[in-house]
């Protein structure tokens, strides 16, 4: 432990056994068939959006963010396809988000090291990282809904992610930016 730093090591590839045993096990699975009873499509997606930015920084800070990103980013994108917009609406700000672990030594192998050559107690990491991890959030949430929906075409649904579908007709009408929904709440 003096010249390599294990735990490290051990942390790192414990994440990388947890996505893969989530996805042969069929965890993944059961958690798309359970997310979809909840009906998020009656929520405006700028708030699915939020809620599932909030849920990942939330794992990634007690769990690998490697982990975190391996079990969460396909469930999200069959999720999407389900509730029929861009895959890329919730994957992307939820693989940003993963990197979003500032509060626990535990969540990233940067923060277990800073963590195991120092001083710095626990507590204080969690202060400073709560307050990062709000910050860094609303502003993925505000970016995703603003010029990242020009920039990747969020506004369609695309045809590499309809061909997962059944029945694309049920996609047709389903404009999640169009004119009559709401991107983000204004503040006055």
Same mark, same amino acid.
């Given at each position: 432990? $003096?010249?390599?730093?294990?735990?490290?090591? @051990?942390?790192?590839?414990?994440? #990388?056994?947890?996505?893969?045993?989530?996805?042969? +096990?069929?965890?993944?699975?059961?958690? *798309?068939?359970?997310? =979809?009873?909840?009906?998020?499509?009656?929520?405006?997606?700028?708030?699915? =959006?939020?809620?599932?930015?909030?849920?990942?920084?939330?794992? $990634?800070?007690?769990?690998? =963010? $490697?982990?975190?990103?391996?079990?969460? *980013?396909?469930?999200? &994108?069959?999720?999407?396809?389900?509730?029929?917009?861009?895959?890329?609406?919730?994957?992307?700000?939820?693989?940003? *988000?993963?990197?979003?672990?500032?509060?626990?030594?535990?969540?990233? &192998?940067?923060?277990?090291?800073? #963590?195991?050559?120092?001083?710095?107690?626990? +507590?204080?990491?969690?202060?400073?990282?709560?307050?990062? =991890?709000?910050?860094?959030?609303?502003?993925?949430?505000?970016?995703?809904?603003?010029?990242?929906?020009?920039?990747?075409?969020?506004?369609? @649904?695309?045809?590499?992610? &309809?061909?997962?579908?059944?029945?694309? +007709?049920?996609?047709?009408?389903?404009?999640?930016?169009?004119?009559?929904?709401?991107?983000?709440?204004?503040?006055?």
């Amino acid at each position: 432990e $003096t010249k390599m730093c294990w735990g490290v090591i @051990f942390l790192l590839g414990g994440g #990388f056994a947890l996505a893969d045993a989530s996805q042969k +096990s069929g965890l993944s699975t059961l958690l *798309v068939t359970q997310l =979809n009873k909840l009906n998020l499509n009656s929520m405006p997606f700028w708030l699915v =959006n939020f809620v599932v930015c909030l849920m990942t920084v939330s794992i $990634t800070n007690i769990a690998s =963010n $490697t982990a975190t990103a391996n079990v969460l *980013v396909p469930i999200l &994108a069959e999720m999407a396809v389900t509730m029929c917009i861009n895959p890329i609406y919730l994957t992307l700000p939820a693989g940003i *988000v993963c990197s979003y672990a500032f509060a626990l030594p535990v969540a990233t &192998a940067p923060n277990a090291i800073v #963590f195991g050559h120092s001083t710095m107690k626990t +507590s204080d990491m969690m202060k400073a990282g709560f307050f990062m =991890n709000i910050v860094c959030v609303f502003t993925i949430a505000i970016s995703i809904n603003t010029y990242a929906v020009p920039l990747f075409g969020l506004d369609e @649904f695309p045809d590499w992610a &309809a061909i997962k579908l059944e029945n694309v +007709s049920m996609c047709e009408n389903v404009n999640p930016f169009g004119s009559d929904s709401v991107i983000l709440p204004v503040v006055t």
